[in-house]
């Protein structure tokens, strides 16, 4: 068409029809794309890339729809990372986080997901995985992680061990009470010495 514009010939109707309805449809794509974005960035924490709270919501929610299939989360907390902040700063604490965050992507499996619960505190959802199951991925994350360095420009390696707490998803409470008895866990592994996984236990 371009060529036909500069030559200064009529522009056929039908060739004019056919770049209209391409055009609409380019644009069309480029409104779904942009949603799709906007949607991405309000679900992620702005920090680690790590999905933030609404999407750790809807996430667990679709997952507990399709019980009866097993989901196993797991509660993550570095441990002493108190002492991080305090002696090299916020700001190397950040920097920490995001090569934490990175790290466990990395090494969780394709069809796992991963939130930022707060702080240095996260949460991973073990798809189709029961509690052996999703103790083996937590396993693998705090071996990996105990034996990783952490590089941040101007400082010695630093190393951080972290402490894991399991639940199932249960299909019959709410998503969030599933979350607190992971949240339950890991305090017990807080309390037996950190740098270990803990089951959640039912009360007696």
């Known amino acids: 068409m371009l060529r036909t514009a500069s030559e200064h010939r009529s522009i ?22 942009k949603h799709e974005l906007e949607d991405e960035l309000r679900n992620r924490d702005p920090l680690t890339g790590a999905g933030n709270h609404i999407a750790m919501l809807t996430a667990l929610s679709e997952r507990q729809a399709l019980a009866p299939r097993p989901t196993c989360l797991a509660m993550m907390d570095l441990d002493h990372f108190r002492e991080v902040n305090d002696t090299y700063g916020h700001t190397l ?45 937590a396993e693998q994350l705090r071996k990996g992680l105990s034996d990783r360095e952490f590089f941040v420009e101007g400082y010695l390696p630093l190393t951080v061990t972290a402490s894991f707490g399991l639940a199932l998803l249960d299909p019959s409470v709410p998503v969030e009470q599933s979350i607190e008895r992971a949240d339950q866990a890991l305090h017990a592994a807080k309390a037996a010495g950190r740098d270990r996984i803990a089951n959640w236990q039912a009360p007696n």
């Open 93 to 137: 604490g950040d920097e920490f986080l995001v090569q934490y965050a990175e790290f466990v992507m990395s090494h969780l499996r394709p069809h796992d997901e991963f939130f930022r619960f707060g702080g240095e505190k996260f949460l991973y959802c073990a798809a189709d995985a029961d509690l052996e199951q999703g103790r083996a991925v």
């Open 12 to 33: 056929p109707l039908d060739d004019y029809e056919l770049f209209l309805s391409a055009l609409k449809q380019v644009r069309a794509q480029l409104v779904t794309i």
